[in-house]
């Protein structure tokens, strides 16, 4: 008789019980997807996860990674997505899909991009119950997919929300505003948040992190809250 592995007291042991059934059914694994080099001491994204956002501009930031890795994206229920500041974030808008208005299907839309895409972006038109996100759940997890959903969600493996957010220029009320900088500030389940400062791209280009995060995270896959 082989020997069962000890769990890892450091993860959740419910999240451990799932990995193991997926492996002993030949599941797919939890693969790593890439993430900007300013969000990676922050965020791992993996497939078959669910992360939420706060806003446009950090549903696109975790985007990015994998499409600049050469992976498909795309972004569902988003009437006034912006093209421009989807490519200053590195997006590759060749190996972009855009739903603008999912509508009532929205569920059903959301379905069928997670079969082909990696990441999917989706802002819901509506209240979220359990059953809906569960449905996703099991899809992403089939496909080997990750969803980030701009609002709320009933259960996320990290939720990225931006604090203090302030514009540099114009200078002495001539010019224009030349970039943005924000404080990210990553939540987990019931443990603290952790924060970076980081500088959205304006005239000097992609994202970059000007602070380092107070707390280091090494994987949000691990945990969820609810």
């Known amino acids: 008789m082989t020997p069962t592995a000890a769990l890892d ?19 797919p694994a939890r ?3 890439p993430v900007l080099p300013a969000l990676s001491g922050l965020v791992s994204l993996r497939t078959g996860g669910t992360y939420g ?7 696109l930031a975790l985007a990015a990674g994998a499409s600049e890795a050469g ?6 229920g988003w009437p006034d997505f912006g093209a421009e500041a989807a490519a200053g974030l590195g997006i590759e808008l060749s190996r972009t899909v855009l739903v603008p208005d999912v509508g009532e299907h929205w569920l059903e839309v959301t379905a069928a991009l997670v079969d082909v895409l990696r990441v999917v ?4 038109p ?21 969803l980030v959903v701009w609002g709320d969600w009933p259960r996320c493996e990290a ?16 010019g224009r505003l ?27 280009g992609s994202l970059s992190l000007l602070a380092p995060p107070a707390e280091r995270v090494l994987d949000t896959s691990w945990q969820a809250s609810g």
């Open 31 to 33: 693969l790593p997807v």
């Open 178 to 204: 030349r970039a943005r900088h924000a404080r990210i500030a990553v939540r987990r389940g019931a443990a603290p948040p952790v924060r970076a400062d980081l500088a959205f791209p304006g005239e000097s």
């Open 53 to 59: 956002v706060d806003s446009a501009s950090l549903g």
């Open 71 to 76: 992976e498909w994206v795309g972004f569902a």
């Open 121 to 124: 972006v989706l802002r819901p």
């Open 9 to 27: 007291p450091e993860r959740p042991v419910l999240d451990q019980l799932r990995d193991r059934v997926t492996a002993m059914e030949g599941g």
């Open 126 to 146: 509506a209240r979220v119950d359990a059953r809906s996100a569960g449905v996703l759940d099991a899809r992403l997890r089939k496909r080997s997919s990750v």
């Open 159 to 174: 939720r990225l929300g931006l604090e203090d957010v302030r514009w540099s220029g114009p200078d002495r009320g001539q």
